[in-house]
Nanobody, 111 residues
Framework: QVQLVESGGNLVQAGGSLRLSCLAS????????MGWYRQAPGKQRDLVAT???????NYADSVKGRFTISRDIAKNTVYLQMNNLKVEDTAVYYC?????WGLGTLVTVSS
């Protein structure tokens, strides 16, 4: 079993930046792919970015050039650096790892 705990969500103005963190614990030896998804009110949960162990990151078109995903294997943590935030980035952001989900962290971008 893998436990994921997100942090870093906040209220920020459009154009601002935030960094989300996700700490993994438990059976972390089984983790290859980690990533971030988001769900805006009334919408489905969508991919934001993923990064496999030792592999290249994959991004949704809507965040390319603004968001950067990274992993610190030693700290069992995946990060999402979000720059030039837009109102439409407002959502609950969920950490994902090998079929496991965190509880989410809320990002609100005001105009």
């Amino acid at each position: 079993q893998v436990q994921l705990v997100e942090s870093g969500g906040n209220l920020v103005q459009a154009g601002g930046s935030l960094r989300l963190s996700c700490l993994a614990s438990g059976s972390i030896f089984s983790i290859n792919d980690m990533g971030w998804y988001r769900q805006a009110p009334g919408k489905q949960r969508d991919l934001v970015a993923t990064i496999p162990t030792g592999g290249s990151a994959n991004y949704a078109d809507s965040v390319k050039g603004r968001f950067t995903i990274s992993r610190d294997i030693a700290k069992n943590t995946v990060y999402l650096q979000m720059n030039n935030l837009k109102v439409e980035d407002t959502a609950v952001y969920y950490c994902y790892a090998e079929g496991h989900w965190g509880l989410g962290t809320l990002v609100t971008v005001s105009s």
